[in-house]
């Protein structure tokens, strides 16, 4: 597996030079394109990279902020370009509108990748019109317990209203990318990991539509979260990054995080990215800075757990917008984090999403998480 990167900036352009236009076709190639939302849709950009890498799958989605080495950026396009000996790679692109809803369209992309020789699907999706709970349940719905499903939504710089996702075309809204990869070759490792603290008691949740909670333990829920949250209570809704909820997937504590996106005062609700269905048992959390950074750490740790010894070639870490958001001048110390796991041989890359998909644990199929930096590490045999 080989493995190279390209970094474009407004102010200097592509840095390394891409490759000159009218190369050999290229094979068994998959380019890997995270950039600012304002950016990456620009039809140059595309046409710059389709000329450079000419028969590679050239994958492209919006971010809020893109991860290339130890740095993080804000106004960047990160090209990642990895070439395998062994592995078979097939991409499809979905688009949402077509199909009934987010379980059908994710149900439809595991039939397009599906085989006996699939290893591992990496998704890049819509983050705004694509309801990711409901696409990693079609995903899972026929998907074997061997095949490895990691990825993420696209982001818009923290506005939360339009992002962009393409497969050799222009990203567009409501695009969902699926990468498979074939083959006994890949090693593939994952991980993911919050870092919040938890506080209160776990409650029930008695009422909620969707991604809309009304109710925990038959009382308010908004007035509950503010009676936890005190005098922080004021200065909602921006507050409510530091102060997501922990969603209980089982009777080993294994725990999803959700984001919470709004608040309505008149109705009495709470808004989070994804859903958190009825009977559900939650817990009130509140961000550590320091746990968020070892958090990342500790996701590295799990990733590099799963490998052989052989040090992985890639290293690709998926956080959410709303680390980013709390962790401030500080973000870039979770990137280090993960780099003081796996060493200087790997090429890293990212981005912060509205979304990350990684499964919860090792036995089971992938879920969306809210506040977690999520890594998939790959090499070959």
Request: with cysteine; glycine share 12%; net charge negative.
């Amino acid at each position: 597996m080989k493995v190279s990167q390209y970094l474009w900036r407004p102010s200097s352009g592509w840095s390394p030079a891409l490759p000159g236009m009218g190369g050999r076709p290229l094979s068994h190639t998959l380019v890997m394109v995270f950039g600012n939302v304002d950016a990456v849709h620009d039809p140059s950009r595309f046409g710059e990279l389709q000329g450079a890498f000419p028969g590679a799958d050239i994958v492209m989605g919006s971010t809020a902020g893109e991860i290339a080495g130890q740095q993080v950026y804000d106004d960047a396009i990160v090209v990642t370009v990895s070439t395998f000996h062994q592995t078979q790679l097939k991409a499809i692109s979905l688009d949402v509108a077509d199909f009934a809803d987010s379980y059908d369209c994710g149900a439809a992309l595991f039939r397009a990748l599906h085989s006996g020789a699939l290893r591992h699907v990496f998704l890049l999706s819509d983050g705004t019109d694509v309801n990711g709970d409901e696409l990693v349940r079609g995903i899972n719905a026929d998907m074997p317990a061997d095949v490895l499903v990691t990825g993420g939504l696209a982001a818009d710089a923290g506005r939360f209203t339009r992002t962009y996702v393409g497969l050799n075309e222009v990203p567009a809204p409501g695009r969902i990318v699926g990468i498979g990869y074939y083959g006994d070759a890949l090693v593939v490792g994952h991980g993911s990991m919050g870092g919040w603290n938890e506080f209160g008691p776990v409650r029930i949740i008695t009422r909620s539509q969707g991604n809309v909670l009304y109710e925990l333990d038959g009382m308010n829920a908004l007035t509950l979260y503010k009676k936890y949250l005190g005098d922080r209570a004021a200065d909602l809704p921006g507050a409510a990054l530091l102060f997501p909820l922990g969603l209980l997937t089982g009777d080993d504590g294994q725990r999803v995080v959700r984001t919470i996106l709004s608040i309505n005062e008149a109705g009495g609700s709470m808004t989070f990215a994804g859903d958190v269905p009825m009977g559900a048992r939650v817990q009130f959390m509140m961000a550590n800075l320091d746990r968020l950074i070892d958090g990342a750490g500790t996701a590295a740790e799990r990733s590099a757990l799963l490998t052989t010894d052989k040090s992985p070639d890639l290293v690709l870490m998926i956080s959410c917008v709303g680390r980013k958001i709390v962790l401030q001048q500080r973000t870039e110390e979770e990137v280090e984090a993960v780099k003081d796991i796996f060493g200087d041989h790997p090429v890293y890359a990212g981005f912060y999403s509205n979304g990350e998909i990684s499964p919860v644990l090792e036995t089971v199929g992938c879920s969306l998480h809210n506040q977690t930096m999520t890594i998939t590490a790959y090499t070959e045999m």
